[in-house]
């Protein structure tokens, strides 16, 4: 129930301004944005999520797999296009569902490959 509810306010609040299109599948989320970016979003739980991008042919993901213990961030984290691993820097463990994925569809709007 949790990807429809996030489905109905994505639409809402980007839907409008003809920024998305979205998709439900099954277990998640398909999102193209009018910049290119094509996300996928699994939200399973409020605490364990895992919300991944493409941007050509650049591929991001930030997901709370408990892996990386030495993260400020642990268990939440970035997976950037290069391979390496980042404390993330848009979402927290605590935060509602849709808080953490409107700042990252926020970020990614303004910079895909969260770039400053």
């Known amino acids: 129930m949790q990807h429809l509810e996030l489905c109905e ?22 999102l193209n944005f009018d ?10 739980l ?6 991944a991008w493409r941007w050509g042919e650049a591929e991001l993901r930030i997901d709370t797999a408990p892996l990386h213990p030495e ?5 939440n ?3 950037r296009d ?6 993330d820097p ?15 569809i926020d970020a990614v709007l303004q910079a895909p490959l969260l770039e400053t």
């Open 9 to 30: 306010r994505i639409l809402e609040h980007y839907g409008a301004a003809g920024r998305v299109a979205a998709e439900t599948l099954q277990d998640a989320l398909r």
């Open 77 to 79: 984290h970035l997976h």
């Open 46 to 51: 409020s605490d364990a999520y895992a919300i």
């Open 90 to 104: 848009l979402t927290r463990i605590d935060a509602a569902p849709w808080d953490n994925l409107r700042a990252v």
């Open 71 to 75: 993260l400020a961030t642990f268990p």
């Open 35 to 44: 910049n290119g970016v094509e996300m996928e979003v699994r939200y399973p």
């Open 82 to 87: 290069d391979g390496s691993l980042a404390a």
